[in-house]
């Protein structure tokens, strides 16, 4: 027999070897029917900018901007990268973005663990919030920050969210 072993607990196999109606002869393999359980879904607060998993509608809730990186400058702190923002899909109180070029700062020791990947020429999703003292001009970068490459099979899903948020009857809700 196969045993699952889960948080400590043994869990006996939940099917015993039965022969298969079709041939009486033939035997299920070990672990057949056994309901195995999802990995813990990881701690957001231990995750980095790019993650897939991260829930991205409760960023939405924030702020999303759709940029290009232009250039990059390096500084003592923070490095600077110039944002050519093409769509702004949720504007904030605090974070008031408009399209055209806008600066995107990191801090250096989150470029150290290559956390964003940004890279000149490339477009992406900016998901974050933003409190309205910033320490530089433009938009901040942090850990609790989501930079995601962009892919253009987002775009009708970004429209449909853009669309449900300009019909919703109170505007701070989307």
């Not at 775009?155 to 449900?164: A, I």
Request: aromatic residues 8%.
């Amino acid at each position: 027999m196969f045993d699952l072993t889960t948080s400590g607990v043994e869990i006996p196999d939940a099917s015993p070897a039965l022969p298969s109606p079709v041939d009486p002869n033939s035997q299920r393999p070990p672990g057949y029917g056994v309901q195995r359980s999802a990995p813990p879904h990881p701690d957001p607060s231990t995750s980095h900018y790019s993650h897939n998993d991260v829930n991205a509608r409760h960023a939405y809730s924030y702020a999303a901007v759709l940029g290009y990186v232009t250039n990059s400058e390096v500084g003592p702190e923070y490095t600077r990268f110039d944002l050519q923002i093409r769509n702004v899909f949720k504007r904030t109180r605090s974070v008031r973005v408009r399209r055209g070029v806008e600066q995107l700062w990191v801090k250096n020791a989150d470029l150290a663990c290559k956390c964003p990947k940004l890279k000149i020429g490339s477009e992406y999703l900016i998901l974050g919030k933003q409190s309205g003292r910033a320490p530089r001009p433009g938009l901040v970068v942090n850990q609790r920050s989501i930079v995601l490459e962009w892919r253009n099979s987002w775009t009708l899903r970004m429209r449909r969210l853009d669309k449900k948020a300009s019909q919703a009857k109170c505007r701070d809700r989307y």
